[in-house]
């Protein structure tokens, strides 16, 4: 999987103030649909990165650069 | 399908209007459309209502009738269209094809939103209702981080540079600056808009269109007299930023732009000037590329040398973005520079106006094409 586009956002909706800022991702699978998540806490991720599935906390994908 | 015209144009100003809830900007707007074209409440057949989220904002449904009753139109049919940024556009669509059809003479498009009431976070909130919630909104997807992501690929694969984006704002600004209905009438620099405290990088806050209070609205007539609506074409996309193959792309906006073009019997070429949807300034550079006023990719050089004047109002980014509104302003701008009426604003060469409202982040695509004289 690798990283299709990112943003750190710094403006947040309410419910994520606690978190900011955060990364949102959009991901592509090597099979299957594009997948939408955060950086994992304390990652920092560009486009073309390969990362993998770190967690998934409330439904929401985290994802880390693959080592 | 009959002739359709633009025969009046009512305007409130745009900006954070404390003192005005949306019934009485919505009536002025109306009021100033139907005195614009000498026409009186009673020759009104069906009533239009652009708005995006107005039982969020304000608390009140029911809302094309609450409207339309206090301008004095009652017993004729009111409804209110919803399709995100696009409401009024997609409102003007089904206004122009009722009476392009003969179903309707003489009916009203208003557009309107009250959206300062409401602190910033809530805003935010309810904007974001205008993408996929569940799928995208929950993870932290607001509207900026969006088109921030749409400009983090733009930049990738085209080269575009944080400069060009800038440039949008600088000239939009300045632009607005002249529009005495704008909503942010301040000269920007360059260096000011680079600087801007980060939104959603690579968006700052100059990249960002304003939340603004405010309405338009505009009489269309069957026959001739007035400005001639030479075409307009609605089309649709996914919601979801995750449907669409390519995220720099507007699909619906290019199909919008060539079934426009096609029932104009016109070419990108022809366009004097253009209105387009500047929600984010990488927005209003994939409108120049889906719109072919450049090819793909070349959004932000074209934007620079800007050959065409593009926005002259001010665009969302300085005339404001009450989000409802912004249709239906835009084609009320295109006929008042057509009309010869942009008093301090008149873009020179005001033959042919193309106006381009985007819903979401490309979900609805409203592309309305006015010109002087109709094309034999």
Redesign the interface.
Known sequence: MTVYSETLVWSPPAELAAIAPYQLLLIDQDNGPRLVGRAAPGERLAIGDTVTLDAVVDGVNLFRKTT | MKEVAVVGVGKTRFGALADRDLRSLAVESVQNALADAALPAAAIQAFYLGNFAGPSFTGQSHLAPYVAAAAGLTGIPATRYEAACASSGAAFHAAWQAVAHGIYETVVVCGVEKMTSQPT??V??IL?MAGDVA????????F??IF???A??HM?QYGTTREQLAAVAVKNHAYGFTNPYAHLRKIITIEQALAG???????TLYDCSLVSDGAAAVVLRAGAGGVPVLACAQTSDHVD??GKAD?TRLPAVAAAAQAAYRMAKLTARDIDFAEVHDCFTIAEILAVEELGFCAKGEGGPWSQSAPIPINRSGGLKSKGHPVGATGVAQIADVALQIRGRADGWQVEKADIGLAQNLGGSGATSVVTILGKERMQ
């Not at chain 2, 405290?197 to 968006?203: D, F, S």
Request: proline share 13%.
């Open positions: 976070a809530r935010a909130q974001a799928g995208e909104g929950i993870p932290g997807a607001t900026p981080a921030a992501m749409i983090r690929r990738h405290k980060p939104i959603a990088e690579p968006l930023l995750r995220i």
